[in-house]
């Protein structure tokens, strides 16, 4: 048996930096730590839900878009992403995103081209440029995990863009709160039907192989086409959750401040 455990760090009260090196990450899933090294952490967290709760609290009823930080904008999905942003923003929601550049910029774009609500909820990265320049209000988490929960949290429908590893965590955190009735059945929109094609077959296969139900078929629709998929969204959320547009009071004395455009 190898007598070369490594030992716990000592019990620091040091504050992990918010460098955005992801360094404070690595710390917090390198193992067990000191207690005060995860009470720490525990804080940092807190920090991290409370400054997404003071913003996103003011924002609306909104539908989030995932998809690739690296689209270029001279790409097809750049457009259809800008176009599916404005749509959406005209059927009344807050455009969120992640805040970041390719199909994030790109949905953010066309909701503030069309005068809608555009909000990004970014992440501390290295080398990361803040967030995209189409976004009304933004809050920076350092968690990942956090940020995910946030983007959820708001959303009333997820909109799926060709992406990697980053959108297909995204696509599958949603069904799977979706699946397992932890949010609503919320419509999570396909688009790119060329781009996700094995994705859509691999999904069939899984509801073949009954590691998914049939039924979760149901929750996700593919389409191209940015009408059919604002008509969708409108017969799966306004309608079954009779939605309004939302006005909620920012208290200033909680040093709250409301939607407004920066
Ligand atoms: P990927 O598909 O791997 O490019 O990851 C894209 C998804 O991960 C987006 O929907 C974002 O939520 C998140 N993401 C990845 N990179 C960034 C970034 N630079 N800024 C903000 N969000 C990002």
């Not at 000592?10 to 930096?17: H, I, K, V």
């Not at 390198?30 to 952490?41: D, I, L, M, N, Q």
């Not at 807190?46 to 003011?58: A, I, K, T």
């Not at 550049?101 to 555009?118: C, D, H, L, Q, Y």
Request: contains cysteine; neutral net charge; proline residues 7%.
């Amino acid at each position: 048996m190898n007598s070369e455990i490594p030992r716990p760090p000592p019990e620091s009260p040091t504050l992990p930096p918010s460098t955005g090196d992801g360094s404070a990450d690595r710390v917090m899933l390198e193992g067990p730590r000191s207690r005060v090294g995860e009470f720490v952490t525990l804080l940092l967290v807190l920090r991290d839900f409370l400054r997404g709760f003071r913003v996103l609290h003011f924002v609306g009823p909104c539908v989030t878009v995932f998809g690739s930080a690296r689209t270029a904008v001279t790409d097809p999905h750049y457009d259809l992403a800008r176009r599916m942003g404005a749509a959406i923003a005209r059927l009344g929601f807050t455009v969120m995103t992640g805040g970041g550049p390719g199909i994030m910029e790109a949905a953010n774009r066309g909701a503030k081209e069309a005068g809608g609500r555009s909000v990004g909820c970014t992440i501390e990265l290295p080398h990361e440029e803040g967030a995209n320049a189409y976004v009304d209000r933004s809050v920076r988490m350092h968690y990942f995990f956090v940020r995910k929960t946030l983007l959820i949290k708001y959303s009333y429908a997820f909109v799926v863009l060709p992406g990697g590893a980053g959108t297909l965590d995204e696509l599958f955190e949603a069904l799977t709160l979706i699946q397992t009735g932890k949010i609503d059945n919320f419509p999570i929109v396909v688009m790119g039907t060329e781009y996700w094609r094995e994705l859509v077959l691999l999904i069939e296969k899984m509801a073949r192989a009954g590691t998914i139900s049939p039924t979760d078929l149901d929750l996700i629709f593919v389409t191209d086409s940015v009408d059919d998929a604002i008509a969708h969204i409108r017969d799966k959320t306004i309608k079954p959750f009779g939605l309004k547009p939302a006005v909620t009071r920012s208290l200033p004395w909680l040093g709250e401040s409301g939607f407004r455009r920066t």
